[in-house]
């Protein structure tokens, strides 16, 4: 049998990709198609983290405006991603895969703590590791947090999911008909460029540790597990 590329990888999803069409904050059958995704490479043995944003439920910069104290909403956006968290491992349970939901602030009662080395240790023990609650600091989002906890892991990349965009494009391509796909692009080039792979402050992180970036089509059935096995899939982001 083919030898995964990947051995350990960190996928990032956005919590719009799991928003429900009807007004449902969260999709059951998004949740479940991800997780058929996220099985398929665990059975390769790939060891899998998964950072989840919060977005379906609450973004820090929504009620700034309104009025709200910054932090005080950037926190109500952490606890939504523990929302997301803890909705994406009862699927992945539900798939028959062992998981274990950390966050960065401490919530005894629902998921454990981040701690590093125990999530590289369930990591080992082939548990899918969820980190909820972000980086754990107001005014950061969940790229950032996917950005810190893959430096941390170790994990060798991330994959940015994307629902229905499958790669990073030289403009919106729903706009532009002129609009190209790279299969590659350093992390300057995008930086530069203000191409939407992740928020810069998580960009310029993975640039500095030189973790690279694989922004996918999360609805195409098989992306993971393609690129998990070396195919040139998406788009690349890297040195
Ligand atoms: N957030 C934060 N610190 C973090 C991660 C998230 O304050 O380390 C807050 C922030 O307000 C953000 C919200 O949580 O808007 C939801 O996260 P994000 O916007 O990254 O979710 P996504 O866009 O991926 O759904």
């Given at each position: 049998m083919q030898e995964p590329k990947y051995r350990r990888i960190l996928i990032k999803l956005s919590g719009e990709q799991i928003k429900?069409?009807?007004?449902?904050?969260?999709?059951y059958t998004m949740l479940d198609f991800l997780a058929q995704e996220i099985e398929k490479v665990v059975r390769h043995g790939v060891q899998v983290a998964v950072v989840i944003g919060g977005g379906n439920i609450w973004?820090?910069?929504?009620s700034i405006e309104r009025g709200m104290d910054t932090a005080q909403s950037h926190y109500m956006g952490m606890l939504a991603t523990v929302i997301n968290a803890l909705a994406i491992q009862d699927v992945l349970e539900q798939h028959g895969l062992f998981t274990r939901a950390m966050t960065a602030l401490k919530m005894d009662e629902v998921a454990e703590p981040y701690i590093r080395r125990r999530a590289v240790r369930h990591m080992e023990k082939g548990r899918v590791v969820i980190f909820g609650g972000?980086?754990?600091?107001?005014?950061?989002t969940t790229d950032s947090a996917a950005a810190l906890r893959a430096a941390e892991v170790h994990a060798e990349v991330i994959l940015m999911a994307k629902n229905g965009v499958d790669g990073i494009y030289s403009a919106d391509p729903r706009r532009d008909p002129n609009a190209v796909r790279f299969d590659h692009i350093t992390y300057m080039d995008a930086l530069n460029r203000g191409?939407?792979?992740?928020d810069s402050t998580a960009l310029t992180f993975c640039m500095d540790n030189r973790i690279p970036i694989i922004v996918f089509n999360?609805?195409?059935?098989g992306t993971i597990e393609r690129i998990v096995m070396g195919e040139q899939v998406g788009t690349l982001v890297s040195n």
């Open positions: 429900g069409d009807d007004g449902e904050s969260v999709s973004r820090g910069n929504q972000g980086t754990g600091n107001p005014y950061f191409l939407a792979v992740m999360a609805l195409a059935a």
